[in-house]
């Protein structure tokens, strides 16, 4: 009878260890959870697919539109070049709704990017578990949902890989209707008197539409710039692009806080690092420091942390050493074992 008792106790003890999720007397096991994830899974890719199509529903309005307005154009000498115009500012708002999209469809992509890297791939190369922070990243994303990337990123980045050649076969049909109807231009001041267009005059008309064109340019390379060049080692060059961010302000995107560096200065950092490591799952630096005040030693812990583990921390650091300053401190980025950059997909 005591062994049996004892049998169903370590029975119920191992079932409570197995246990993920209790609410209201439902218990989730792994199996159950496993399920969960599978299902979650697929909603979350449907999301992406759905905002990825629409994506092409906004880029193929801009396609459909430039072509008629082209065939409509040079359809006839007498069309009015203008509609080039009217159909270029067209183009950008179709520019700006599909940028708003997209960052909208990155959001849902890196949901799914995260559950197949650390997830699924998981459980198929030792050390057969995912990263420490993944489920941190997921759980930030379901309890806040932020776009990953900034506004005028995302129309960056959907001028460089769609809509610059739309625009660009818009100028340059622009630029031809001008030269050629409704009979060939003999010199430059013809084409600029014939770019009026009501009571706006024509070197008006093509400083404005060369202002704008330009931006976008100058707008599509400082991004590109900022990401080829982001691993590359300091020099000339990485200086100057850093000068090219300042001036451009608000126009570059501001990097993300989703990771946040701690500093923890404290009497016990043997016990507080421990408990970092064990609890968190997070590697700590320790330094010797001194007190200028007491003249007392202290040790300062460095830890880089998910935004969802800050909480966490800070409860550890308190209940080790109630005396304990915690510094939390946003990055840019953080690189190494547990952190991994993700890039806006295509």
Same mark, same amino acid.
Not at 43 to 55: F, I, S
Not at 123 to 143: G, N
Not at 245 to 272: C, D, F, K, N, Y
Not at 303 to 322: F, R, S, Y
């Given at each position: 009878?005591?062994?049996?008792?004892?049998?169903?106790?370590?029975?119920?003890?191992?079932?409570?260890?197995?246990?993920?999720?209790?609410?209201?007397?439902?218990?989730?096991?792994?199996?159950?959870?496993?399920?969960?994830?599978?299902?979650?899974?697929?909603?979350?890719?449907?999301?992406?697919?759905?905002?990825?199509?629409?994506?092409?529903?906004?880029?193929?309005?801009?396609?459909?539109?430039?072509?008629?307005?082209?065939?409509?154009?040079?359809?006839?000498?007498?069309?009015?070049?203008?509609?080039?115009?009217?159909?270029?500012?067209?183009?950008?708002?179709?520019?700006?709704?599909?940028?708003?999209?997209? +960052?909208?469809?990155?959001?849902?992509?890196?949901?799914?990017?995260?559950?197949?890297?650390?997830?699924?791939?998981?459980?198929?190369?030792?050390?057969? +578990?995912?990263?420490?922070?993944?489920?941190?990243?997921?759980?930030?994303?379901?309890?806040?949902?932020?776009?990953?990337?900034? +506004?005028?990123?995302?129309?960056?980045?959907?001028?460089?890989?769609?809509?610059?050649?739309?625009?660009?076969?818009?100028?340059?049909?622009?630029?031809?209707?001008?030269?050629?109807?409704?009979?060939?231009?003999?010199?430059?001041?013809?084409?600029?008197?014939?770019?009026?267009?009501?009571?706006?005059?024509?070197?008006?008309?093509? +400083?404005?539409?060369?202002?704008?064109?330009?931006?976008?340019?100058?707008?599509?390379?400082?991004?590109?710039?900022?990401?080829?060049?982001?691993?590359?080692?300091?020099?000339?060059?990485?200086?100057?692009?850093?000068?090219?961010?300042?001036?451009?302000?608000?126009?570059?995107?501001?990097?993300?806080?989703?990771?946040?560096?701690?500093?923890?200065?404290?009497?016990?950092?043997?016990?507080?690092?421990?408990?970092?490591?064990?609890?968190?799952?997070?590697?700590?630096?320790?330094?010797?420091?001194?007190?200028?005040?007491?003249?007392?030693?202290r040790d300062i812990l460095l830890c880089a942390v998910t935004d969802v583990q800050v909480p966490g921390l800070e409860k550890i650091a308190h209940e080790a050493d109630p005396r304990a300053f915690v510094v939390i401190s946003p990055v840019g980025e953080v690189r190494g074992e547990g952190f991994r950059p993700f890039e806006a997909p295509s």
């Amino acid at each position: 009878m005591r062994e049996q008792t004892e049998r169903g106790d370590q029975d119920a003890r191992d079932q409570e260890e197995n246990q993920t999720w209790t609410f209201r007397g439902y218990q989730l096991d792994p199996p159950h959870f496993t399920t969960a994830m599978v299902h979650f899974y697929r909603a979350e890719v449907t999301r992406a697919n759905t905002w990825r199509t629409r994506l092409d529903t906004t880029t193929n309005w801009a396609v459909v539109t430039t072509g008629a307005a082209l065939t409509f154009v040079f359809g006839d000498p007498d069309n009015p070049h203008y509609m080039l115009v009217l159909v270029f500012l067209l183009v950008l708002t179709f520019l700006y709704i599909e940028a708003r999209r997209y +960052r909208y469809y990155v959001l849902w992509a890196y949901r799914v990017h995260l559950m197949e890297t650390d997830f699924f791939a998981a459980m198929l190369a030792p050390p057969f +578990r995912p990263s420490a922070d993944w489920a941190d990243h997921l759980v930030q994303t379901l309890h806040e949902p932020t776009f990953r990337i900034a +506004r005028w990123e995302a129309i960056a980045l959907r001028f460089r890989r769609n809509y610059v050649w739309l625009i660009t076969l818009l100028l340059i049909s622009w630029g031809a209707k001008l030269s050629l109807h409704p009979q060939i231009a003999q010199d430059w001041r013809t084409v600029v008197e014939r770019a009026a267009f009501g009571a706006i005059p024509g070197a008006w008309m093509i +400083r404005l539409v060369a202002l704008v064109y330009g931006a976008l340019i100058a707008l599509g390379a400082t991004t590109f710039w900022s990401q080829s060049r982001r691993e590359a080692p300091s020099g000339p060059l990485e200086r100057l692009r850093e000068r090219l961010q300042r001036g451009a302000g608000p126009l570059m995107p501001a990097p993300h806080p989703w990771e946040q560096l701690a500093i923890i200065i404290t009497s016990r950092g043997t016990q507080v690092a421990q408990r970092l490591l064990t609890e968190l799952g997070r590697g700590v630096t320790a330094l010797e420091g001194t007190g200028m005040y007491t003249n007392e030693s202290r040790d300062i812990l460095l830890c880089a942390v998910t935004d969802v583990q800050v909480p966490g921390l800070e409860k550890i650091a308190h209940e080790a050493d109630p005396r304990a300053f915690v510094v939390i401190s946003p990055v840019g980025e953080v690189r190494g074992e547990g952190f991994r950059p993700f890039e806006a997909p295509s």
